[in-house]
């Protein structure tokens, strides 16, 4: 079944063979492979994107369902000369362990920032905690994000 | 597989008729978990979530497209708080308090809420229209209840007179994102009786109902009368023994659980 949306504001066209999910879409359709799949049942984080405005894990969304959606994934993001303050804020701060869940840390975190310029510490952790899942580490991206909610204050 | 997105619930009932049987996707949190792990590979769906009608919320009557993100910052004391303990803020963001109620499961964390305010399950097809059902004649058994092949769950109904003095929690094997092994709600009225339920422990949300008359006698608890009321919960409950927890923990938890929230009522 064909299914239009806009991924990072171009239209896009979909061939969607049944129920599989939006993060499968991206990955294996439409050559966007910076969404992670890992836990597959929404725990992780790791596929997060922005669906109509909330982020959500695109793991647990179907594809078939996104006719007319519009969807913002990490690929979207800063760009390689130019970084997202979140970005450039992890890499300032080293805030990464094995990088898998980075792609997801960066939507939710650059959704954060654009909803809350100024987030507070306990905003940070409530954001991020569908990103965090069973790694340690997670202590550089806060205090990385705490930076950048100072510097932008 | 086939789709229908419907925008209005008309629509969405005149496809539910044509197929009865379809898979409902709401927020998706619970379907495809099983699509993804190949439990469930469905040849018609219907999309719910671009149909407004069910995403509002009219006093005390809530929608079933409502997202567990809105309820976070619900009137209703104890539904608020159990809102914010649905998965992550992702989950929160996609999954319905419909999706839950049709998913029917156990360890649901709307479901004691509704099962201690009593409310209705307000259901509709195209040929038979609206029906309510108390929770208690809806939720039939383990992921099971007594919606038809032809109904979409449109609404969780509750009374008007439901008092706000109201505490939920659950515990899980760890404090956050976790399947709940026990969940309980306790809403007390003004008179002094109260209504326990708890979750996880049955097949079905249940009503300690024992419990319940037990404080309707003695409205301002002893010491003594409380540990009565954690024993006699625990004997209410009819839990089983699965990978998340044990019979004998659950069945004790149920009664820790039911009595802390019934001092944190006492003491407001």
Known sequence: MIVNFNVNGESRVANVAGSESLLQVLREEL?????????????CGSCSVVLDGAVVTSCLVMAADCEGSEIATVEGIGSERELHAVQQALVDHGAVQC???????VVTAAHLFEENPHPGTDEIKEALSGNICRCTGYGAILRSLEALAEETT | MEINRPTTLSEALEARAREPGASLLAGGTDLMVEVNFGHRRPDHVIALRRIDELAEVDGNRIGAGV?????????????????????????????????????????????????????????ASKDRGVRKLLWSDFFTGVKRN???PDEVI??????????????????GQRSAMVISTVSACVVRDDDGTVRVALGSVAPTPVRARR??????????????????????????????????????YRRHASGVLARRLLERCLAK
């Not at chain 2, 301002?220 to 990978?243: K, M």
Request: hydrophobic share 40%; charged share 20%; net charge negative.
């Open chain 1, 31 to 43: 050559g966007l492979p910076g969404s992670k799949n890992a836990c597959e049942q929404g725990e």
């Open chain 1, 99 to 105: 990088g898998f869940c980075t792609p997801g840390f």
């Open chain 2, 67 to 123: 997202t567990w993100a809105r309820l976070e910052k619900s009137d209703h004391r104890a539904l608020a708080q159990l809102a914010r303990t649905v998965g992550s803020p992702q989950i929160r963001a996609a999954g319905t308090i419909g999706g839950n109620i049709g998913t029917s499961s156990p360890a649901g964390d709307g479901l004691p809420w509704l099962a201690a305010v009593d409310a209705e399950i307000e259901v």
């Open chain 2, 146 to 148: 007594a919606l038809a």
């Open chain 2, 154 to 171: 449109v609404a969780a109904v509750i009374p008007e007179s439901i008092p706000q003095n109201q505490e939920f929690a659950k515990i």
């Open chain 2, 211 to 248: 419990a319940e008359a037990l404080i309707a006698e003695n409205p301002a608890p002893t010491e003594s009368v409380l540990a009565e009321f954690a024993r006699t919960v625990s004997e209410e409950v009819s839990p089983i023994t699965d990978h998340r927890s044990t019979e004998s």
